[in-house]
């Protein structure tokens, strides 16, 4: 079974930068796209970025695009989400999972294995 888990988050100024991690360390989503979705306190759960089992197609939500990059090193069995000019409406638990398909996705119901999530922080 597929197990992933992030890191990278904490607590950052408005305007600065974190860069999240999802690893898989059974080697076992490669083959997978995988996405990242946060929740903010009392807010449903969001999409933020996906990205194709290659790497050659990503999206974003329109809140993020410019902002975020979602990238992947499949030799490492890792995606990664470079946050920058980090704003407080950005505070959230983020989240990576694991696309049932091999595409990049938006759609929630897609993903099947989802990690527990990392804290991020943005103070004004």
């Known amino acids: 079974q597929v197990q992933v888990k992030e890191s990278g988050g904490g607590l950052v100024q408005a305007g600065g930068s974190l860069r999240l991690s999802c690893v898989d360390p059974r080697r076992t989503f490669s083959n997978n796209g995988v996405g990242w979705f946060r929740q903010a306190p009392g807010k449903e759960r969001e999409f933020v970025a996906a990205?194709?089992?290659?790497?050659?197609?990503?999206q974003y939500s329109d809140s993020v695009k410019d902002r975020f990059t979602i990238s992947r090193d499949r030799a490492n069995n890792a995606v990664y989400l470079q946050m920058n000019s980090l704003k407080p409406e950005d505070t959230a638990v983020y989240s990576c999972a694991v696309s049932r398909l091999a595409t990049a996705t938006a759609a929630m119901d897609i993903y099947r294995y989802w990690g527990q999530g990392t804290q991020v922080t943005v103070s004004s």
């Open positions: 990205i194709s089992w290659n790497g050659g197609n990503k």
